[in-house]
Nanobody, 122 residues
Framework: QVQLVESGGGLVQPGGSLRLSCAAS????????VGWFRQAPGKEREFLGR????????WYEDSVKGRFTISRDNTKNTVYLQMNRLKHEDTAVYYC???????????????WGQGTQVTVSS
């Protein structure tokens, strides 16, 4: 059993940056791959990217590739999402999720955080 808590969201101007954190507790964090997702009002949950158990591999959707970077520090039980050159369309609730599959599918992730709001506005 793993509990995840996202933090670091907030209001940022277009072109700005934010770093989100996903802190894990209650399990062996290094066993789990982690994905980042977001959900905007009225839209389906969108997969953003993933990182494998040891952090040696990452993969990103085209919409965020080159702007977002996922990293992890297993000694701190934390995964990060660095977001640069933010756009209005990045406004959403951002979620981290942990699972045993290195996957882009929501159904392959067993544990989810509560989400953190990111609002990009001038």
């Amino acid at each position: 059993q793993v509990q995840l808590v996202e933090s670091g969201g907030g209001l940022v101007q277009p072109g700005g940056s934010l770093r989100l954190s996903c802190a894990a507790s209650g399990g062996t964090f290094s066993r789990y791959h982690v994905g980042w997702f977001r959900q905007a009002p009225g839209k389906e949950r969108e997969f953003l990217g993933r990182i494998n158990t040891v952090g040696g591999s990452t993969w990103y959707e085209d919409s965020v590739k080159g702007r977002f970077t996922i990293s992890r520090d297993n000694t701190k039980n934390t995964v990060y999402l660095q977001m640069n050159r933010l756009k209005h369309e990045d406004t959403a609730v951002y979620y981290c999720a942990a699972g045993l599959f290195y996957s882009e599918r929501s159904r392959d992730y067993d544990y989810w955080g509560q989400g953190t709001q990111v609002t990009v506005s001038s």
